[in-house]
């Protein structure tokens, strides 16, 4: 199945810049998914690049600041190339560095967007994105800050994560949002009740993360508590131990099936689906696979060539509401735990 061609375009946001319709999760290649080969993660970087990725995608979080800084050589080499998306909020405090906190106010935005462009070595962000929502401060005043950031030339676009629908309206009154990025795959779709319809409506275009069910969709993981690394955060995750992953495991059997039938991969299947979405909902959609492996980018971006059938979309269409477990522990931080 997998071919080399480029893959298509979508803008971020009503006529904002163009990027590849599918960009690159970048954060595993430092943070949360166990080991990397750093030597790996700049050739999957490299050739991201040469199938048409342009949107690579970090935050200030991951690795507390080891990501950005990994970015910075390859940045520097294709400025004029790419598009890099970062993030603030999760704050880590002077004394406990292992704990993070929430925070959305202007004095730790303008020391957050000064540090993130240090260690990327950039001039200017592409798209920065609020990471989490601190419900103590407005959404306008977090914006607000965010708007003078791009007066003052240090961003270009403006995202949220994980936001609300209400607090998508409120913040596009503010400052025009350029894409918003929340979880969406064939295991998690509660954004499509009421965000998806509020980014259509405002022009807002939806950056899936997670689109592979961080890995779990492609079958290369059953259980995360036996396959995985003891410091991979999946491992802490509801839906990818025990009784949950083994139930969860059996629902990829459609997703095979169809798998099958387009003599592609399980992971091709479910980008497939997400990629699908943007017609569906009538909305730009620019998933962010994560991968450090080269021939995975190249897997991942041939999905964008799959078109699947209304019968096989509607095989796929029971999983979502059988899946066990809820996607973090806490979901009081994602935009469905405060609907
Ligand atoms: N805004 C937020 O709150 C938030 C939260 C989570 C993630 N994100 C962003 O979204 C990006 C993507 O999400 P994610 O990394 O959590 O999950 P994901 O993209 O759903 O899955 C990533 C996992 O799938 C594996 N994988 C990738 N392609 C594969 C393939 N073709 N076959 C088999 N396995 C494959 C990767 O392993 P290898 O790396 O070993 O290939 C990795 O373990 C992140 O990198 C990050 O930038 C944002």
Redesign the pocket.
Known sequence: MTNYRTIGTAALGEGGPEVGVQGL????MSF??GPADADASRATLERALELGVTLF???DA?GAGDNERFLAPFLGAHRDEVAVAT?FALAIPPDDPARRVIRNDAPYIRQAVEASLKRLDVDVIDLY?M??RDVNVPIEETVGVMAELVREGKVKHLGL??VTAGELRAAHGVHPIAAV???W?LFSRDIEANVVPAARELGVTLVP???????F??G?FTDAGQDLTADDFRRRMPRFTGGNAVANAALLEPVRAVAEAHDA?L?QIALAWVHRQAEVHGLPVVP??????PA?VE??TAATRITLTEEELALLEPIAEKVAGPRYADMTFTSAGRE
């Open positions: 999760g970048c954060m595993g949360a998914y995608d970090t935050a991951y993030k994105y990471h989490r994560s994980e990025q929340s979880e795959s993360y997670s689109p592979l069910g961080r890995g969709l492609t290369s991969s992971g962010i696979p994560g991968t450090r492996r995975r897997e991942n």
